[in-house]
């Protein structure tokens, strides 16, 4: 049986990705007479070698803006084969800008083509591309000096670029790093050993890709199957659809559903052709369970004995894939497998330098940074480390609003303290300290812009609701920095701390049967929303002092608008750094509408409507 092998290219811009594959494929046969005429009239028209000459990156160039700026942006799949093997090859963008594609390309590749110009040698795309090939469990790494003609086949050239890579590539755990020079716009050392490099031992490219060490097979390893949904036409079938992620499956192996931990047995495996004796990794199936155990959306199949740690803590690589930065503290959404959940870095460990590979200290990740992070979920998941098992251990960050990719992380292992740290029950539960109180508990989060009103009118509140026997608390900006928020600035990072500290005291308090009035800036939306997670719904009431910024700076009661205009403070909230104002607050204090005292009036009525506290009838 003629074997498979995934493979990807990378490298940096214009290094000759997309030309290569091309050369592979019409050296190897794999183009129609049509698609060759067709590729004959796109070279004319759009073709950066010349007239008359093919243009054979337009053979991967799929996308109209592709073509007309000779660049790849998708990852484009592209399929062919020899006598010898088969191939499924992955061209992936150069372009900084487009770095997550190239890290979906590598998920999957079994060994990667990494290109490098010979006129420019070592680029910084290149080293980023290595160490995410290194993170994606890539272990073999072809690495192919090209455009060699444009150096004159300099053998000494050559081999000062395979040693520089050699030198850089020694800590990232690569088991094979072949070199070859070649062309790929003239096919030398790309599918035929080349006249111009007598030198060169190993063979053309495609030689060494023949004889890569066969595919992994991902059905040799343990049983994963993530539940994509439960298939019940009718009262008579109950099956559990979605594709065999690792290992394989017979009727009649027991299983355990995670994170659950029931125990079940496999009846049948059902396909659009009728049932299976089998089930691999890679097919897409519905398993019918011998019993009618909880299984829903998200859940994992796994063999007993060979489960992964269920966990709502680890330690994980990320790739950060979006213009805005990675802020501990913020909530995202993480999908791993087909299940999903509410995820928040709890610390950056370090950030990698690609070009050194040397650990920096971070508060934040931007675009196309990796670091090491711990992060923390809201409810257990099956987790096991990436090098053990792709399935279990890859995962995506999702933004919780625009659902846009931000991440891809990798799990390194999970953190202890997730198994050591129990919940300990209390007999005096949230039910008996509001029974005692005469008013439910909330949370009154004010925000606005500095000088807002946001404090005063508060203050207001407090002392009605005080007036009225109810028990309250304040939470202001300015008083938690003076305690518990003292050792934070105002960076963004720090922001995102400071809101995380005080949503979860005011949860706490809450919790106690408090009525918490906190009064913070809280710029942000994505912050606003997760301390609004923590709490019942009902229970978490945003209050938006709408004051425009005019009106704010002209009060500038403490000067701070003064200052963050003469450029003494920097990232000051409506000057140096955006305000997100509410798009559906609970209640809207038009400032320009009354006084302070009757803006908290506003807010005791809207507490009595709702039935925070009695009627003020």
Request: include cysteine.
């Amino acid at each position: 049986m003629v074997s498979l092998l995934r493979f990807i290219t990378c490298g940096s811009v214009d290094d000759g990705k997309s030309t290569l594959i091309g050369r592979l494929l019409h050296d190897c046969g794999a183009v129609p007479e049509d698609q060759l005429a067709s590729l004959a009239r796109d070279s004319e028209r759009h073709g950066t070698t010349g007239r008359g000459n093919l243009d054979l990156a337009l053979l991967v160039d799929g996308l109209s803006a592709e073509r007309e700026q000779g660049i790849t942006i998708d990852v484009a799949y592209r399929y062919f084969g020899t006598a010898r093997r088969r191939f499924i090859v992955a061209d992936t963008p150069g372009h900084e800008q487009y770095t997550r594609n190239m890290a979906t390309g590598a998920s999957n590749a079994d060994l990667a083509v990494l290109l490098v110009d010979a006129r420019k040698g070592l680029l910084t795309q290149t080293r980023r591309h290595s160490f995410i090939l290194s993170l994606m469990g890539v272990r073999q790494v072809v690495l192919a000096v090209n455009k060699m003609d444009a150096i004159g086949w300099d053998q000494a050239r050559f081999e000062a670029i395979v040693a520089d890579y050699r030198a850089f590539a020694a800590a990232l755990g690569f088991t094979s790093i072949q070199p070859v020079p070649l062309s790929a716009l003239t096919g030398d050392n790309v599918t035929r050993t080349s006249a111009h490099t007598p030198w060169h031992a190993g063979g053309p490219l495609l030689a060494m890709l023949e004889a890569a060490p066969a595919t992994s097979d991902a059905s040799d390893g343990p049983f994963r199957f993530p539940v994509q949904w439960v298939v019940r036409p009718d009262g008579n079938f109950r099956g559990l659809a979605g594709t065999v992620a690792a290992g394989a499956i017979q009727p009649g192996a027991p299983v355990r559903v995670l994170p659950s931990g029931r125990a079940s047995t496999i009846a049948r495996i059902v396909t659009q052709n009728g049932d299976r004796d089998r089930a691999a990794a890679g097919q897409a199936v519905t398993l019918v369970l011998t019993d009618d155990v909880d299984v829903s959306r998200g859940d994992l199949l796994v063999p007993p004995g060979a489960e992964p740690e269920v966990t709502d803590q680890f330690t994980a690589h990320l790739i950060w894939m979006h213009d805005e930065p990675l802020l501990p503290g913020r909530t995202y959404l993480i999908r791993m497998g087909t299940a999903t959940a509410t995820a928040q870095i709890t610390q950056i460990k370090h950030r990698v330098d690609v070009n050194s590979l040397e650990h920096l200290a971070s508060h934040a990740l931007g675009l196309n940074d990796v670091g090491l992070c711990n992060l923390s979920l809201d409810s257990p998941l099956p987790a096991e480390p990436y090098a053990d098992g792709r399935a279990c251990g890859s995962f995506i960050l999702i933004d919780r609003h625009s659902n846009a990719t931000l991440a891809c992380g990798m799990v390194l292992h999970g953190l202890r303290r997730a198994g050591n740290i129990q919940r300990q029950p209390m007999r005096v539960g949230k039910s008996d300290r509001v029974a005692a109180n005469g008013h439910r508990p909330c949370v009154l989060w004010f925000t606005g812009l500095s000088g807002a009103g946001k404090s005063t009118i508060a203050d207001l509140v407090e002392q009605r609701l005080h007036a009225a026997g109810c028990r309250t608390m304040s939470l202001d900006g300015d008083n938690v920095r003076h305690g518990l928020c003292r050792d934070l600035g105002f960076m963004p990072a720090d922001r995102v701390e400071n809101i995380r500290r005080v949503a979860h005291v005011a949860q706490l308090m809450a919790e106690a049967g408090l009525i918490v009035l906190v009064s913070l800036i809280s710029p942000f939306r994505a912050d606003r929303e997760m301390a609004r997670s923590l709490l019942p719904p009902g229970e978490f009431l945003e209050i938006f002092v709408d004051t425009p910024l005019e009106i704010c700076e002209a009060r500038d009661v403490k000067g701070l608008y003064r200052k963050a205009r003469s450029g003494a403070l920097p990232n000051f909230t409506g000057i140096g750094s955006p305000y997100e104002p509410p798009t559906e607050p609970d209640l809207r204090l038009d400032t320009g509408a009354g006084d302070a005292a009757f803006l908290a009036d506003a807010v005791m009525r809207h507490l009595a409507q709702t039935g925070i506290i009695p009627s003020m009838d």
